[in-house]
């Protein structure tokens, strides 16, 4: 029971205060450890399975718990996926359709504002590696982070310059899906995402 008690206590402080009970219950039913992590520029959060039969979800400590609840039924989803449907894609269809069923009930007002549900129920109808490809709901979840001096690189005009992992970029042209940045100090080619979180400088590249 304390164990139990000490579960809800944490994730009260991470995940809608409505989602909570449907989220223990899933643990109940899929058990395994989870991690909170610092935050990670790559991913929001993982799905490991150890050599010895350990199972571990991690996910990133995440103020804004619409983001952190999302993020811990995609890496829930890996992890029935494995039980059920052993062998198959990281983000094949079995899992999307998993992610789909497990999201299901927690789209509701009462978990989610309106702003997201609606997103989040078009991001659902064939789910992404991950939110930040989706833009729309990138965007949304977004609006209920806290206050940062941060914008994402393709909100940024062409030619400004912008500070990631404190070096200084120059935001280039977008090819396909990514932008090519140029490194200031080095003047080498990077390619960033474009819902990279960067600081922008106030000025242009000239």
């Known amino acids: 029971m304390k164990d139990e008690n000490k579960k809800k206590e944490i994730l009260t402080k991470y995940l809608p205060a409505s989602s909570v009970e449907e989220v223990l219950e899933l643990l109940d039913q899929y058990p395994c450890f989870i991690k909170i992590t610092r935050s990670r520029v790559t991913k929001h959060g993982d799905f490991r399975r150890y050599a010895d039969g350990r199972i571990q979800i991690s996910i990133n400590n995440d103020p804004n718990a619409y983001r952190f609840l999302i993020t811990l039924i995609h890496e829930l989803a890996h992890l029935v996926t494995f039980k059920e449907k052993k062998g198959v894609r990281p ?116």
């Open 91 to 206: 983000h094949g269809r079995e899992w999307q359709i998993t992610f789909q069923r497990l999201m299901l009930p927690l789209l509701r007002p009462e978990v989610f504002p309106e702003r997201i549900l609606s997103c989040l129920a078009g991001y659902l109808k064939k789910p992404k590696a991950s939110t930040d490809g989706d833009i729309d709901l990138s965007l949304a979840l977004r609006e209920f982070d806290p206050e940062n001096d941060k914008s994402l690189v393709a909100e940024l005009p062409s030619e400004s310059l912008f500070v990631y992992r404190d070096r200084t970029f120059v935001k280039g042209e977008k090819r396909r899906t990514r932008f090519e940045c140029i490194e200031l100090a080095t003047h080498k080619k990077y390619i960033f995402h474009p819902h990279a979180e960067v600081r922008p400088l106030n000025n242009n590249y000239d």
